[in-house]
């Protein structure tokens, strides 16, 4: 079975400074498709990048990229010019290459942004 | 923009009660899940559907049901419910298609006395 590990509960930056979130899985499969979702407090979940296994290119959307190393299993998220409105729980995620197949989440990691 | 709702925010039970939480998209999405998230446990699965009257079990389907008879609408049901099943309950849907982004609900927040 997959499993995806954040080591980091909780971490904290300085506003407009950057920050890496860890993950990092086990999967036996070659094809598959990662995510990291933010959870702001009290409000919805909602997805903040993705990443398909064989693009060897490293996802970015704006502010937001990732470092993916396929063959180290690692999947971390990279946050640039940090906002007060980035503070939020972060999920990183992994499905398999079936369109039935569910999420399978990390832990999650508590983000504090310091103004 | 894709809608996921969830009947309440917020809801209080009693030990023993039979407890519906109800979910519904608008976004015709095949698959939907349900999971439950505790503080230091992350979103583990309860269950999922890919179809209508199909149901699948997650990681953690003891104490729980579900149903789905329309395509928009899962529900989670709690037969009896306990206070070890006080918890937040995400509801969640997606395309079949693999790489298509999940949509969440706002969950309920459920405490069981």
């Known amino acids: 079975a997959q499993t995806v590990t954040q080591s980091q509960p909780e971490m904290s930056v300085q506003e407009a400074e950057t920050v890496t979130l860890s993950c990092t899985y086990d999967?036996?499969?070659?094809?598959?498709?990662l995510f990291w979702y933010k959870q702001p407090p009290s409000r919805q979940m909602i997805l903040v990048i993705r990443?398909?296994?064989?693009?060897?290119q490293n996802a970015t959307e704006n502010r937001f990229s990732v470092n993916f190393q396929k063959a180290a299993k690692s999947f971390s998220l990279k946050i640039s010019d940090s906002q007060l409105g980035d503070a939020a729980m972060y999920f990183c995620a992994y499905r398999g290459n079936s369109g039935n197949t569910p999420l399978v989440f990390g832990k999650g990691t508590r983000l504090s942004v310091i103004a | 923009d894709v809608k996921v709702t969830q009947s309440s925010r917020y809801l209080v039970k009693r030990t023993g009660e039979k407890v519906f939480l109800e979910c519904v998209q608008d976004m015709d999405h095949e698959n939907m899940f349900w999971y439950r998230q505790d503080p230091g446990l992350g979103l583990r699965l309860i269950y999922f559907s890919y179809d209508v009257k199909m149901k699948e079990k997650g990681d953690i389907p003891e104490g729980y049901s579900v149903s789905r008879e329309k395509k928009e609408r899962f529900s989670l049901i709690l037969e009896s419910a306990s206070t070890n099943q006080t918890s937040m309950y995400l509801c969640?849907?997606?395309?079949?298609?693999?790489?298509?982004?999940?949509?969440f609900g706002p969950g309920t927040r459920l405490t069981v006395t």
């Open positions: 990443q398909e296994a064989y693009k060897q």
């Open positions: 999967t036996s499969e070659s094809d598959y498709y």
């Open positions: 969640a849907s997606r395309a079949h298609i693999v790489f298509y982004e999940q949509y």
